[in-house]
């Protein structure tokens, strides 16, 4: 069974800056399968979406409206993946919540209704963090 141990979040000001960590304890980049990590995140009456996911060869994806603004990447030793936030917005304030699939498995698909932790799929999932921005 994956398990997934999220970090960081918090509040902030608008313009600021947080780091969100998310570490494996078992999906690591010698598992069989190809597999990506990454972050959904979803704030009241907002759907759930896809901000951020980094596959196991490298490749990245952003959501629109984070592009230039947030940065993940990986450290394999610790099996651990990083969102570097700058220059946040009210927007962002969510809760962010890491998970972990198969290579393919974290789309940005959207289902209305659904949470996160309710979306269709193998997804292995953190427990959340939220974070906070205030203008």
């Known amino acids: 069974e994956v398990q997934l141990v999220e970090s960081g979040g918090g509040s902030v000001q608008a313009g600021g800056s947080l780091r969100l960590s998310c570490t494996s304890s078992t999906f690591t980049s010698d598992d069989p399968a190809d597999f990506e990590m990454g972050w959904y995140r979803q704030a009241p009456g907002n759907e759930c979406e896809l901000v951020s996911r980094i596959s196991s060869d490298g490749r990245t994806y952003y959501l629109d409206s984070v592009k230039g603004r947030f940065t993940i990447s990986q450290d394999d030793a610790k099996n651990t993946v990083y969102i570097e936030m700058n220059n946040l917005k009210p927007e962002d304030t969510a809760v962010y919540y890491c998970?972990?699939?198969?290579?393919?498995?974290?789309?940005?698909?959207?289902?209305?209704?659904?949470?996160?932790?309710?979306?269709?799929?193998?997804?292995?999932w953190g427990q959340g963090t939220q974070v906070t921005v205030s203008s």
């Open positions: 998970a972990a699939g198969g290579m393919g498995g974290l789309t940005a698909d959207q289902f209305p209704g659904v949470t996160c932790l309710a979306r269709p799929g193998r997804y292995y």
